[in-house]
């Protein structure tokens, strides 16, 4: 298991690594960025990569799916790190976070590179901490960030490293930013090699981009259907006609048609009317948008049309289910 043939590993200098754990935290984040460290240690047979968890006072921290994690120490004990990720939660909140907001630019001030997971980097956003960085959070997430914070550059991959702010999509992703910088000095490509190995995962590069709607159901086997689902997430305010979908992927609309009945088993104009709708309840749900903007901003001429659709796909009204969500928080 370990590296011998590479004996620079061992000369490795100890990494201290800090995850800032807030109310409904992300678990599968945490996780898939802790063991590729805790499996790099066990390669390098020491321990380069030391982590803790950082609470924002001694409580235990609930997370996400109801599991209660016990952090190692509260943010007014932390010592110095060389990285502090904010492993965000679900929902979002927007009250009663000056004290982490405090805490995240005292860590920028002494030189400690941050980095966000899942919504993480929301909170480096709000304590001004991104401004000049390229940063990506999960997709269902852009639009809140980027309604609040319009300037920053937010990218839909699956992971973002510019120079010290290091930001990731969540779901499994962190995964993927913990091996690159596992390849980055100190570490090398030969250890984040060796942990994917360990891992039985495959290597997924910065580039590749966050999977959304109804691009998760179709993978990597028809280029042109995904180019179309694509061209259809980006034009949900200003919608097209499948005639025009089709000349953007330079196809003819009935070979476009068949392809989606085979594949997806609805036509395109229905597959691009459930984009709509997914994205108008990520608006509802994420957003304080009036339903007439959400509508709006799905496409939508007519606020009827689109509560009657709303209702007919999601057998509830567009505002009790807002409500119904945000009863449930």
Known sequence: MPLTHDPALHDLRVTRIGFLLLDNFSLIALGTAVDPLRIANMVVQRDVYEYQLIGT??????????????????????????????????PIPRKGIGAIMDWLRLQARNG????????????????GLLNGYRCTIHWEDQDVLLGQFPKLTVSNRLYEVDRDRYTCSGGVAPLDLMVHLLSMPPGSPTLSARVLELLLAERRGHEERQVTSLRQYIGREHAKLDEALQVMESNVEETLSVAEIASFVQVSQRQLERWFSERLGKTPAQAYLEIRLLRARQLLYRTARPLEEVCARTGFTSLTHFSTRYKAHFDISPMADRRRYQKAL
């Open 112 to 127: 400690t590179a941050l980095g966000g997971l899942d919504t993480g980097s929301y909170f480096l956003a709000r304590a």
């Open 57 to 90: 006072n001694g409580d235990i921290v609930r997370s996400s799916d109801g599991i209660r994690v016990m952090p190692d120490i509260a943010i007014s004990q932390a010592g110095t790190f060389d990285a502090v990720f904010v492993v965000g939660p679900n």
